[in-house]
Each structure stands twice: as structure tokens, then as C-alpha cells.
């Protein structure tokens, strides 16, 4: 935050400050308002039987017994409410030859993984639907599971859809200049490796969550549910259950985690509105944790074979993958899982300069829960494979691993830099962000420590990773290839009678501090006090129309879209104060609520007063003089296809050599997300993703048999980050703002989860090296690691 | 499954009667029952500590607990907690370090750093760690949590410190604020 004074420098900003979120009193105080939390007359709550294999043919369905329960209101099978809803089939035009079979939201003739929804009790409490789920009798006929992506992806293996010629849902390749022939010649090392990422999932704390209500006599349903896409769940409930879309309205309240899991169109969610619409009557349902674990989205899954080569100068001189993922029966709706794959294609090795590049991706259906996006979408692989290559090929040619960066990152001075993969970037500062990385971790001192520790039979590792992060993205993500999914998001500002701003914006809060950094910006973009500013985000009926937060949008397009509005609106009111002040409007400006003169800072006019006059003594205003006091302003990305962030993050660990436990002593981060607007909302998302990476990269995985029986379906089971084993983590900002906008902001949301995989990864290897050993699965387990270390014993 | 059992029970200073399931558990009761949903249920087994509350002067899972075993109890939940001093300053502490993001882990988090405080804790950070590691959290990464529970703690020492040094000063009590008035 050095530097010349800027235009967010005036007295009384807030844009670039620590602001304490207004409403995280309320959540302290137990006041929250999350959907569980919603009482409704007349509510009735619905539980699901699902299926208990992963592929099998439904042959009869008995609800008899479930019905005669007292308190069950409804019993429904597959086609009482697949008939009251029109397929939806998850590909986009952009991803050329995708394709996906049509959904419905429950199995009918045949069930494609366990935890897919059959029947629906609705009863009196979610205790009751649970009991008739228990009499609810299901005659299956097994079919063969089709679980290991790579056997999925053979021809002749079993099909999960028979109308498909094969299990592949979408391949693509990217070619740039010649790698194989690059790859030649007496001074060029080559390194290649196979690396495994497990599947993990988001594990929201408050998990999936609805409660619909539908009025037959004005035909309006209103969705409460826990997302962050409100416009787009409207869109697809209106196309789906076919309703006019002004008459559906979507409520997102307070959202107790997201990440990306509540960003889809769910089977049970979609059936939860049809309920109501037959019943009449409001239903909620909460998915429980085994439910959560077994039907949120996964992620990940991959298996990347990757080859790198550098010349003796350790200059990379082409890089070739190709990675198979596997994505469960159907692909999600409406944003597609091929979408991590191809971020993967398009962005590995994309901090460095490389001519020379193959990759090839192959998508397959698989009899497992379905996979699509989850926080950092691709990036945890993409950073892993080729900094892991990275970091490999340099020992083999005893370079240093910040050595071999320096002479491969993009130049700081060189942007912009269009990508081998056609990815555009611009105002990136790798070098300076690895400098102040170096300078901050006291790099050159670790590595005198390692030396020692070794010697003593302790082993450290110090692992760095250079990244990117796809932010603030264009309609060229999803909207170019037909999903109704907004890239422009709009913000509308309101002055009232008492001189308080209302702000409502089109991107939405689930924790990040949204509704602050808005406030922040209308506050000081229009000059009142932050208390008079009140934000709306989350509600269909309130809100202009837009995307939501996902991707890392919300900071830099919704923030923008609020300084444009509340610059407009700042403009109208000095209109009309000028006119009653009978002076020039470009004399005034408003400074913390009141209108003063800009020559000498007298004060003219409280801004309540105006509200006053504009709302109730409309007769001293001189006819011609027609107020709106509110503005409108809708802003979209139009100059690159994305908004690239850069990161260098680097790990200190320990690995036990006896147990094979890791212990994470460090973590650093240096990120550019551009304009920090409050640094310790910022701060704090790197954290919390960088953890979330720590979780994928040592502990989280959905762990399948072969039969396709997910074996670790609780809390207990599935392992998270929890407090004794994570570091404190150190942060520092190199600021580029992006002048794509007036903000200049870029996103922050992901880096850290996008990253730390990779730090990890390079740093376990680093420890593990003099043993003359490596691992390149994640995660990273005891387990994993004691088969690394003695593969001969175990 | 469906009998029913009648308990009474105090909670947050309010005398309570019900007819309840014997099935029903207490946090269910709490929420579905009183209308008190700032206790949060995360995973119905008692791994994740949304739902920790005060039974009694313990802090239980409100999840592992069946509503007719709260009979006769004192339940303090979460919209509670700021009338005892050491819950105000806790949640004060979470605003200003940012301790929460989504807040459906705070209610849990919270009475875990209130245990953690009136017991006597350091403000040692791997100490504070072991103890809030019964309570998930996935938005903050935990830092901020540590911060601000450590910093309650730090103010009471420091406030010890003075109250040595300046004789007459008022004794800083753990207790219930209203005991104390």
C-alpha cells in the first residue's frame, strides 16, 4: 500500500481498509438466518430413499407401508416427479462434442451411483420422512459397477448410459508448437511423472438446505436455498418446471459455506419445488451429513501423466500431459464437469514462458457420485503438476528451485503475454511476488537449517509453487456456450428520506465479507458514513439481475458494478443540491453525509434535508428539477476473456519417517489479487483456502470400493483441517490493480486452495528426497507415504 | 417412537415445560421446539461441534444429548452467551478479528473458546488449537479463531496485571454478569 496517493487515499475511505463486517454481530449472537432456520405454516419435510448401489436396475418400487405411517403427507416415486419437469442435459456448445445424458431428479429404470435419489417421503418432521423411508421396499437387479476412470474410458468396459458408444463424455486436446521434436537433442533433460489427485468434496458445514413454497393461486414459487447463484437456480427452476421465470423468486439468506458445492442443479433440491408445487404446501429439506457426503458434487479425481523438458540453462522447453478424470453417471447441471479438466488443459504451466505444449484431456462417466465445480476448479491440479515437474527436473540438473522459476517465469514488464494454451494475461507480477516470498520466508536460512536437521535425522522440506487464478470472468466462461449463467452483474442505490444509502447488488455473501466490501465502496464512492449504508444481496425480487459469486467475481465485477451506481447516484444528488443551493453542481461534492463545497469545505446541505425535500417538500424544488435519488449500473468484463491473479506460496514441512505423518510447520503467501479493498477480509480468504488445500493435498478423499460403495461417508471418517494440525499463515500483498475497472480489483477467493496443493506436494518430495524417494499422490497419507519410504515392506 | 415424556428445564434463564419424543435430541429441541436457531446442527454425530452449548456449566454436543435428559437442567445456548462477561468479550473478540466467515461454526466455536477461557487457559496458540480441534470450521483456516480467543485472554492477564498493581480496583469475574450485578 505504498506509493503516490491515490484517488481511494481521501479522508474518510474505506476502499484498502480492515472495515469490521456489520453483520458479523448478528452471527456471533446466534441471530443468523440460514434456511434450516425457517419455520413456515403448513411446512412439511421431505427425506429421500436413495440408491445403495452404484449401478443397478430399480425393478419395483413398494411405498405401501411408507404411506400408512402416521404424519406421512406424501410418498412419490420416479415419475410422479420426473413427470412434472422437463430433462436437463448438462453440456455447452463451447465444449466442442460434449455430451451427457438428459437428468431427471429421481432414478427411475436404473440407479448410476449410490446416494442417487429414488423416492421421496414428505411427511409432518424430517424424523417421520425418515421412518417410511426405512419401509419403502426397492427390488434392484445389480448391474456391473464402472468406477476406475481409466477402465471406464476403455472400449468394451460395460456402459453406464448404453445409448453412448462409450463412457467418455468430452475429450479435447491443445497443441502448441512442437513438443516431441523440442523435446530432442543431446542438452535437454526430460522428467516424467504420474501423478493420482483424489476426490474430495467441499464439506460445507451447514449443508445443502431448501425450503420451497408455492402459491397455486398466483402460480409463484419461492426457493429459500443455501447458494450462490440465485438468478441461475431462477433461470433453471423456471425452464425446468416450467414456470414463467418472473415467477419464481430465489432467496440465498445467510449461506453457512459454499465453495462451489451449492452452485448445481441437485436432483433432490429440483424435487423438494415439485413437492410443493403438488402439495401445495411449503417443503423443506436439509440433507443430512451422510446424505451431503454421498450427492454434493466431488472434485477432483484425476490422473495426469506428465512430461517436462528444460535445456542445461533450465529453461523449460516444452511440457506435455494428459489427463483422464473421471466425472460420475451424468455431468452436472448447468456448468458442466468438464470444466475442471479443461482449466486444467488451459492452465497448466501457465505462469511460465513454454512454446512448445501438449496437453490432452479425456472426461469419463464413472458409477460415482457426480463430480463438478469445487473452489480453485482445476487449479490444485494444474499448479501441482507442472511445479512438481518443476521442482524435480531442477535437482536433476542441481539447479535451485527458485533458480529454475526466475529463468522461466513470465516477466513482470512483459504482459501482455497471450499463453501457449491462448490464455490471455495481463499486469501479473510473478518475479516480484516470488522475491517478496523469498524475502519473507527467510528462504536462504531454511535451507541451511534443512542441511542440519538432515544430518540429525529430522526431514524438513521447503516446497514453492507460482500460480495463477482465473477471477472477475468474461461471458466467456459459461454463458458463450449456452448455460444461463450471467457474467455482468448490476448493483442499484438508493438514497432515502433520512440521507442512508440502500444498496442491492446482484452478487451474493456466504461468508467471504461480500456485503462489506460493497458497503465499503458505496460508502466511499459516495461520501456517507459506512453505518448508513445498507446492502441486499440474495434475493431474486430485490436484487438487479446478475451472476452471483463464484469464480471470484464478486469483489472485482459486483464492486464495480456498486462504485458505478453509486457514482451515478452521487452525480443526481449533487444535481439537485445544486439546484437548491443555486450554485454549480461540480462546486459540491458530499463528504460523510453532508453536501459541501469543494473550494472550502463549508458545509451546504445534510443530506437527510435533500432526502426531505426530494420526498416530501417536492414543492421547493423548481419544476424542471426531477429527482430519481437512485441509480442503477450494470458492469461485465469486456476487455480478456478472464481476470488473472498471480501467487507465489511456498511450505515448510515435517515428515515423520517411522509414522509417515506430515506436519506442516509454515505456510507463506504472497498474492496480487490487484486492489486489496479491506486486507483483512482478503487475508483471511487466503487462509481459509489455503487450508482447504492443505485438507486435499494431505487428509480429504472420497474413498470408493471397487463395487462403488463410498466407505468414508461421515465427518469422523472423511478427514478435514482442524485446528491442531494447521499453521498460522503468513500473508503479505504485491498490488496490481486490473484496469479492466475503476476498482482495479481482482479476486481472491481461490489462490489458496488453487495453490497449497502444490507447496505441499514440492515440499513432502523436498523431504523426502535424501531418502531417495517421492510421492505424487494426493493426499498425501501416513499410509501413502510409509509405502513411498519401504515399498518393499508394505 | 412416538411417546412422549414431560420436562422442564431452564434455558438462558427462562423456565421451559415440554412434551417431547423420548427420541428427540436436545438440539432439536432447541431449535425446532424453542425457536432457538442460533445453535447450529452440523452432522448429527458429534464430530463437527456446531452445536456445542452449555448443560449445566459443561459444554456438551447438543447433538449426543436426548431432550428428556435435559430435565431438570440449565442450558445456556448461544443467544445467550453474551450476558456472561467472558462470552460478551469472546464475541466482541470474533467481530474484531474476523473469527468467523459463514458463522454456522461460531455458536460451537464460541462456547469452545468460552471452556477454553474460564478453565484457565493460555494464550500458548498450540494449546488454544488442541482445544477448539472438536469443532470444525472450514471458512477461516482457524488463525483468526486462535487470534481472537487469544486476545480475550491476553486482555484478562493484562487487566490481572493492573488490578495487582492498583489496589482497589474491581476484581474482572468469569462470572455470570447478572450474579455479579
Known amino acids: ?794 | 417412537m412416538s411417546q412422549k415424556t414431560n420436562i422442564a428445564l431452564s434455558v438462558n434463564g427462562e423456565q421451559v415445560q415440554a412434551s417431547v419424543p423420548a427420541r428427540l435430541n436436545l438440539v432439536d429441541f432447541l431449535r425446532d421446539h424453542l425457536g432457538l436457531t442460533g445453535s447450529h446442527v452440523g452432522c448429527e454425530q458429534g464430530a463437527c461441534g456446531a452445536c456445542t452449548l452449555s448443560v449445566d456449566g459443561v459444554m456438551v454436543r447438543g447433538c449426543l444429548m436426548l431432550a428428556v435428559q435435559a430435565d431438570g437442567a440449565n442450558i445456556i445456548t448461544v443467544e445467550a452467551f453474551g450476558e456472561s462477561v467472558t462470552g460478551e468479550q469472546l464475541q466482541q473478540s470474533f467481530v474484531e478479528h474476523n473469527a468467523l466467515q459463514c458463522g454456522f461454526c461460531t455458536p460451537g466455536m464460541l462456547a469452545s473458546g468460552i471452556d477454553y477461557i474460564e478453565s484457565g487457559g493460555s494464550t500458548d496458540r498450540t494449546h488454544i488449537r488442541k482445544h477448539i480441534s472438536g469443532n470444525y470450521c472450514r471458512c477461516t483456516g482457524y488463525q483468526s479463531i486462535v487470534d481472537a480467543i487469544a486476545s480475550v485472554v491476553e486482555g484478562r492477564n493484562s487487566l490481572a496485571v493492573e488490578t495487582k498493581q492498583t489496589p482497589g480496583a474491581e476484581e474482572s469475574g468469569t462470572s455470570n454478569k447478572r450474579a455479579g450485578e
Open chain 1, 1 to 794: 500500500m505504498s506509493g503516490p496517493l491515490h484517488k481511494f487515499d481521501r479522508p474518510n475511505s474505506y476502499i484498502g481498509r480492515s472495515v469490521v463486517r456489520p453483520d458479523a454481530k448478528r452471527l456471533v449472537e446466534g441471530q443468523g438466518n440460514y434456511v434450516d432456520d425457517l419455520q413456515l405454516p403448513r411446512m412439511v419435510h421431505a427425506a429421500f430413499v436413495r440408491s445403495p448401489y452404484a449401478h443397478a436396475k430399480i425393478i419395483s418400487i413398494d411405498t405401501s407401508n411408507a404411506k400408512s405411517v402416521t404424519g406421512v403427507v406424501a410418498v412419490f416415486v420416479g415419475n410422479d416427479i420426473n413427470s412434472q419437469v422437463k430433462p436437463w442435459t448438462a453440456t455447452l456448445t463451447h465444449l466442442k462434442g460434449m455430451r451427457s445424458p438428459p437428468q431427471l431428479p429421481l432414478a427411475d429404470a436404473v440407479a448410476r451411483w449410490q446416494g442417487e435419489p429414488i423416492v421421496m417421503v414428505v411427511a409432518q418432521s424430517r424424523a417421520i420422512a425418515e421412518d417410511a423411508c426405512e419401509l419403502v421396499e426397492i427390488e434392484f437387479e445389480p448391474l456391473e459397477p464402472v468406477c476406475n476412470t481409466e477402465i471406464a474410458a476403455q472400449r468394451g468396459t460395460p456402459l453406464i448410459h448404453p445409448e453412448l458408444d462409450s463412457n467418455v463424455a468430452w475429450e479435447r486436446e491443445v497443441v502448441a508448437g512442437d513438443a516431441d521434436t523440442a523435446m530432442q537433442g543431446s542438452d535437454i533433460t526430460t522428467l516424467e511423472r504420474t501423478f493420482h489427485f483424489g476426490r474430495h468434496t467441499g464439506v460445507t458445514l451447514e449443508s445443502r438446505s431448501v425450503v420451497t413454497e408455492f402459491n397455486k393461486s398466483d402460480d409463484t414459487l419461492v426457493f429459500h436455498y443455501s447458494g450462490q447463484a440465485p438468478h441461475m437456480m431462477q433461470a433453471v427452476l423456471s425452464k425446468h418446471l416450467q414456470l414463467p421465470e418472473e415467477n419464481v423468486r430465489v432467496v440465498a439468506r445467510d449461506v453457512g459455506g459454499s465453495f462451489g458445492i451449492k452452485i448445481h442443479t441437485y436432483g433432490d433440491e429440483i424435487a423438494t419445488a415439485v413437492a410443493a408445487r403438488l402439495l401445495c404446501r411449503p417443503v423443506k429439506f436439509i440433507a443430512d451429513r451422510l446424505e451431503s457426503f454421498s450427492s454434493d458434487i466431488h472434485a477432483r479425481e484425476h490422473r495426469v501423466h506428465g512430461k517436462i523438458a528444460v535445456n542445461k540453462n533450465g529453461e523449460i522447453v516444452a511440457l506435455t500431459f494428459d489427463d483422464v478424470t473421471g466425472i460420475g453417471p451424468y455431468s452436472m447441471y448447468p456448468r458442466t464437469s468438464a470444466i475442471e479438466c479443461n482449466q486444467i488443459l488451459n492452465l497448466t504451466g501457465a505462469p511460465y514462458k513454454i512454446e512448445n505444449y501438449y496437453a490432452k484431456g479425456t472426461v469419463v462417466f464413472q458409477n460415482k457420485n457426480m463430480m463438478c465445480q469445487y473452489r480453485a476448479v482445476g487449479h490444485p491440479v494444474a499448479m501441482a503438476v507442472c511445479d512438481s515437474l518443476i521442482e524435480d527436473v531442477a535437482h536433476e540438473i542441481n539447479m535451485d528451485v527458485v533458480d529454475i522459476r526466475r529463468r522461466n517465469l513470465i516477466a513482470d514488464d512483459a504482459y501482455p503475454v497471450t499463453s501457449a494454451t491462448g490464455m490471455k494475461f495481463n499486469e501479473l507480477s510473478h518475479h516480484q511476488s516470488l522475491d517478496s516470498l523469498i524475502a519473507m520466508m527467510n528462504y536462504d536460512q531454511l535451507r541451511n537449517d534443512q542441511k542440519s536437521d538432515r544430518a540429525a535425522g529430522i526431514y524438513r522440506g521447503i516446497g514453492l509453487v507460482s500460480m495463477v487464478e482465473v477471477t472477475n470472468p468474461s461471458p466467456m466462461f459459461y454463458g458463450v456456450g449456452g448455460a444461463p449463467i450471467a457474467a455482468q452483474d448490476g448493483a442499484s442505490i438508493r438514497l432515502d428520506a433520512a440521507g442512508a444509502l440502500h444498496v442491492s447488488c446482484s452478487v451474493t455473501e456466504q461468508g467471504q465479507g461480500t456485503n462489506t466490501i460493497l458497503a465499503q465502496i458505496a460508502a466511499e464512492v459516495f461520501g456517507v458514513d459506512i453505518d448508513r449504508v445498507k446492502v441486499t444481496t440474495g434475493d431474486t425480487a430485490n436484487v438487479p439481475y446478475g451472476g452471483g459469486t463464484w469464480a471470484s467475481r464478486g469483489a472485482g465485477i459486483g464492486g464495480e458494478s456498486v462504485l458505478l451506481a453509486a457514482k451515478a447516484l452521487k452525480d443526481q444528488v449533487l444535481d439537485v443540491a445544486a439546484s437548491i443551493l443555486q450554485t454549480s453542481a461540480d462546486s459540491l461534492d458530499i463528504d460523510a453525509g453532508t453536501v459541501i463545497n469543494i473550494a472550502d469545505g463549508a458545509e451546504r446541505m445534510d443530506l437527510g434535508e435533500l432526502g426531505k425535500i426530494v420526498y416530501y417538500r417536492a414543492n421547493e424544488l423548481p419544476p424542471d428539477i426531477k429527482p430519481e435519488l437512485i441509480a442503477t449500473r450494470h458492469y461485465r468484463v469486456t476487455d480478456y476473456p478472464f481476470v488473472f491473479t498471480n501467487s507465489a506460496m511456498a511450505a515448510h514441512v515435517e515428515v515423520d519417517v517411522e509414522t509417515g505423518f506430515v506436519k506442516v510447520l509454515d505456510f507463506w503467501v504472497v498474492e496480487d489479487c490487484g486492489r486489496v479493498i479491506n486486507p483483512k477480509l482478503v487475508d483471511e480468504q487466503i487462509r481459509g483456502g489455503v487450508v482447504q488445500g492443505i485438507g486435499g493435498a494431505l487428509y480429504e478423499e472420497c474413498l470408493y470400493d471397487d463395487d462403488g460403495q463410498l466407505l468414508n461417508a461421515t465427518m469422523a471418517d472423511y478427514l478435514v483441517p482442524m485446528a491442531a494440525e494447521m499453521p498460522d499463515i503468513h500473508i503479505l500483498h504485491v498490488e496490481t490493480p486490473t484496469t479492466t475497472s475503476n476498482l482495479g480489483a481482482k479476486g481472491a477467493g481461490e489462490a489458496g486452495t488453487g495453490g497449497a496443493p502444490a507447496a505441499i506436494l514440492n515440499a513432502v518430495n523436498d523431504a523426502l528426497r535424501p531418502l531417495d524417494t517421492a510421492i505424487h499422490q494426493m493426499p498425501m497419507t501416513p499410509e501413502r507415504i510409509l509405502k513411498a519410504l519401504y515399498p518393499d515392506k508394505l
